[in-house]
């Protein structure tokens, strides 16, 4: 079952068209890497499911209810972490997680059991500072623990990683990892390897449309080998490869870069093997989501 | 309800730990000491300048001060209190949007219409709290050092200025939920209030006015009787519960 379906959903800012014609799939259990351009229309697509923002046309259903314009109720199946998280700076984590488990209508002890359950799994379980005084590494890892509180179907997370060093991106991923297990997560980004690190499937936004959708595996499988890269062990080889090959490209003194298909590939090793060039490494380029990123946004 | 009273918890909360709670209290408290000892001080400080004044021509004889001088005081300095008020809370709603807070607690299942609730009820109620304050403190002082009896209608008179501090608690709450930030919200709750009393110069429409409610003086001395407050007090209650009733629907379509 999928637990967000999108339809059509379309959204103009002015007579700037964000979104033409959106559809979106995200099944049960996935981690779902929402890919996409600074600016090509992730937040715009969370605020809508999240009805915080009025479409302009399209459907949107959470678990197989419509989500409506200012109201709320889709929500209840949802756990949202925006962006730049933003908290009442005056309480203490614990004392914002109960004012969320209270608005959620979660009752006393559930919600301390769970807020402790889930401050430890953030880290902030010996914090007892306001939130004031947090980082902004700590505010995303108290953003996670609010939108996991009511053990949400769908844990929506706008780009959780961007403003973060390698350190805290590593544990807001370990942390999403973890989620999985608990609930569905879908997390737009345009930092490419946190998706190859977590995502089981991945969505690419662009021009307004999803521009390409699957799991990783299928995704990376609709590219082709990118090319070859020649290393040989002395330059005067390099030099007579590119002499007679132009299309090699040079990205170090004695490594070359092919472009192209099979056909040329066995050409030039067959000049390799005709000419006694002594070649030290030859490497098949693995597509990447980068290239293909790429490749759809061209 | 559960979601509500959690939002209004937060909301006292947040005027506590932001000392916003105290800053009020400390006003209102002042003020009410205030009035009472202006009236005190006045003979005093008359016989002080009389020599001053006598140069210019004009004779100080005894000035006789009473519980009457000190209400007039209170209503004369209450006005003060209210601006402070809208002052300190005109960005009670425009932070939240600026900030993003409300995002989070939305998306967590509080609808919209709790939000100006439960602000509508804190505004309310620090209102009446302070008000009651200040009114208590300098009943108290009045009783102690003069009568309270001399002065007529005086209970009735403080509701009446309560009523319009009431309806302009409304004003803000419908402007904070039309506009974006609280320059804007104090302008047009301002605005509004002068709107109203330009129209109560027009003498048909005085007795309809809600800023008539503010000039209680000849309610006081007995000169008029409160049946002359009633269209503005049916006005006043009636535009405060539609600036209300009107948030809801403007919150609920306001992007976030």
Same mark, same amino acid.
């Given at each position: 079952?999928?637990?967000?379906?999108?339809?059509?959903?379309?959204?103009?800012?002015?007579?700037?068209? +964000?979104?033409?014609?959106? &559809?979106?799939?995200?099944?049960?259990?996935?981690?779902?890497?929402?890919?996409?351009?600074?600016?090509?229309?992730?937040?715009?697509?969370?605020?809508?499911?999240?009805?915080?923002?009025?479409?302009?046309?399209?459907?949107?259903?959470?678990?197989?209810?419509?989500?409506?314009?200012?109201?709320?109720?889709?929500?209840?199946?949802?756990?949202?972490?925006?962006? +730049?998280?933003?908290?009442?700076?005056?309480?203490?984590?614990?004392?914002y997680?109960?004012?969320? !488990?209270?608005?959620?209508?979660?009752?006393?002890?559930?919600?301390?059991?769970?807020?402790?359950?889930?401050?430890?799994?953030?880290?902030?379980?010996?914090?007892g #500072?306001?939130?004031?005084?947090?980082? #902004?590494?700590?505010?995303?890892?108290?953003?996670?623990?609010?939108?996991?509180?009511? #053990?949400?179907?769908?844990?929506?997370?706008?780009?959780?990683t *961007?403003?973060?060093?390698?350190?805290?991106?590593?544990?807001?991923?370990?942390?999403?990892?973890?989620?999985?297990?608990?609930?569905?997560?879908?997390?737009?980004?345009?930092?490419? *390897?946190?998706?190859e #690190?977590?995502?089981?499937?991945?969505?690419?936004?662009?021009? !307004?449309?999803?521009?390409?959708?699957?799991?990783?595996?299928?995704?990376?499988?609709?590219?082709?080998?990118?090319?070859?890269?020649?290393?040989?062990?002395?330059?005067?080889?390099?030099?007579?490869?590119?002499?007679?090959?132009? &299309?090699?490209?040079?990205?170090?003194?004695?490594?070359?870069?092919?472009?192209?298909?099979? &056909?040329?590939?066995?050409?030039i090793?067959?000049?390799? +093997?005709?000419?006694?060039?002594p070649?030290?490494?030859?490497?098949?380029?693995?597509?990447?989501?980068?290239?293909?990123f790429l490749?759809?946004?061209? | 309800?559960?979601?509500?009273?959690?939002?209004?918890?937060?909301? /006292?909360?947040?005027?506590?730990?932001?000392?916003?709670?105290?800053?009020?209290?400390?006003?209102?408290?002042?003020?009410?000491?205030?009035?009472?000892?202006?009236?005190?001080?006045?003979?005093?400080?008359m016989e002080?300048?009389?020599?001053?004044?006598?140069?210019?021509?004009?004779?100080?004889?005894?000035?006789?001060?009473?519980?009457?001088?000190?209400?007039?005081?209170?209503?004369?300095?209450?006005?003060?209190?209210?601006?402070?008020?809208?002052?300190?809370?005109?960005?009670?709603f425009?932070?939240? /949007?600026?900030?993003?807070?409300?995002?989070?607690?939305?998306?967590?299942?509080?609808?919209? /219409?709790?939000?100006?609730?439960?602000?509508?009820?804190?505004l309310? =109620?620090?209102?009446?709290?302070?008000?009651?304050?200040?009114?208590?403190?300098?009943?108290?002082?009045?009783?102690?050092?003069?009568?309270?009896?001399?002065?007529?209608?005086?209970?009735? %008179?403080?509701?009446?200025?309560?009523?319009?501090?009431?309806?302009?608690?409304?004003?803000?709450?419908?402007? =904070?939920?039309?506009?974006?930030?609280?320059?804007?919200?104090?302008?047009?709750?301002?605005?509004?209030?002068?709107?109203? /009393?330009?129209? %109560?110069?027009?003498?048909?429409?005085?007795?309809?006015?809600?800023?008539?409610?503010?000039?209680?003086? %000849?309610?006081?001395?007995?000169?008029e009787?409160?049946?002359?407050?009633?269209?503005?007090?049916?006005?006043?209650?009636?535009?405060?519960?539609?600036?209300?009733?009107?948030?809801?629907?403007?919150?609920?379509?306001?992007?976030?």
């Amino acid at each position: 079952m999928d637990v967000l379906a999108i339809r059509n959903l379309k959204k103009n800012f002015g007579s700037k068209k +964000v979104l033409c014609g959106l &559809d979106l799939s995200v099944p049960e259990h996935s981690i779902f890497g929402f890919i996409g351009k600074n600016g090509a229309g992730k937040t715009t697509t969370m605020k809508a499911i999240l009805g915080l923002l009025k479409s302009d046309g399209g459907k949107i259903y959470i678990m197989g209810e419509k989500v409506h314009f200012g109201k709320t109720s889709t929500n209840r199946h949802i756990g949202y972490l925006p962006d +730049v998280p933003e908290f009442y700076s005056y309480m203490t984590s614990l004392e914002y997680l109960t004012l969320c !488990g209270e608005v959620c209508g979660m009752d006393k002890a559930g919600i301390m059991t769970r807020s402790k359950e889930l401050l430890e799994l953030v880290g902030l379980g010996q914090e007892g #500072r306001r939130i004031k005084g947090f980082s #902004r590494g700590m505010k995303q890892r108290l953003g996670i623990a609010q939108a996991l509180l009511n #053990r949400p179907k769908l844990l929506i997370c706008d780009e959780p990683t *961007s403003a973060l060093d390698p350190a805290g991106r590593k544990e807001i991923l370990d942390i999403l990892l973890a989620a999985k297990e608990q609930t569905t997560v879908l997390f737009s980004t345009h930092i490419l *390897s946190d998706v190859e #690190r977590i995502c089981t499937e991945a969505a690419f936004l662009h021009d !307004g449309k999803i521009a390409m959708q699957g799991s990783i595996t299928e995704l990376r499988n609709k590219q082709s080998s990118d090319g070859f890269i020649i290393e040989t062990e002395q330059k005067w080889a390099a030099d007579t490869l590119i002499k007679t090959f132009g &299309d090699l490209q040079r990205t170090e003194q004695n490594t070359l870069v092919f472009h192209g298909g099979e &056909d040329r590939f066995f050409s030039i090793m067959q000049y390799v +093997v005709e000419n006694r060039i002594p070649i030290q490494i030859i490497e098949r380029i693995e597509p990447t989501l980068e290239s293909l990123f790429l490749e759809v946004i061209k | 309800m559960k979601p509500l009273l959690a939002f209004m918890k937060k909301e /006292y909360l947040e005027a506590a730990r932001t000392g916003k709670l105290l800053i009020l209290i400390l006003l209102f408290v002042l003020f009410g000491i205030m009035n009472p000892a202006v009236a005190k001080l006045t003979p005093w400080m008359m016989e002080m300048l009389s020599d001053t004044i006598a140069e210019s021509g004009l004779i100080v004889t005894n000035i006789q001060v009473d519980a009457m001088s000190s209400w007039t005081q209170f209503f004369k300095n209450i006005p003060m209190a209210l601006i402070a008020f809208v002052l300190i809370f005109s960005d009670l709603f425009t932070k939240e /949007y600026k900030s993003g807070t409300l995002l989070l607690v939305l998306t967590k299942g509080l609808s919209r /219409y709790e939000v100006v609730f439960a602000k509508t009820l804190l505004l309310l =109620s620090l209102w009446t709290f302070c008000y009651g304050i200040c009114f208590a403190i300098t009943y108290g002082y009045n009783a102690y050092f003069w009568d309270n009896g001399i002065v007529n209608n005086l209970f009735s %008179s403080a509701a009446i200025w309560w009523l319009f501090g009431i309806w302009v608690i409304c004003l803000i709450v419908l402007f =904070s939920s039309l506009l974006q930030n609280n320059t804007g919200v104090s302008l047009c709750t301002g605005g509004t209030v002068l709107l109203a /009393y330009l129209l %109560s110069l027009i003498p048909k429409v005085k007795v309809y006015s809600p800023t008539i409610l503010m000039d209680t003086n %000849s309610l006081l001395i007995g000169a008029e009787s409160v049946d002359a407050y009633i269209k503005a007090v049916i006005i006043a209650a009636i535009s405060g519960v539609i600036c209300i009733a009107g948030s809801v629907p403007v919150m609920n379509k306001k992007q976030l």
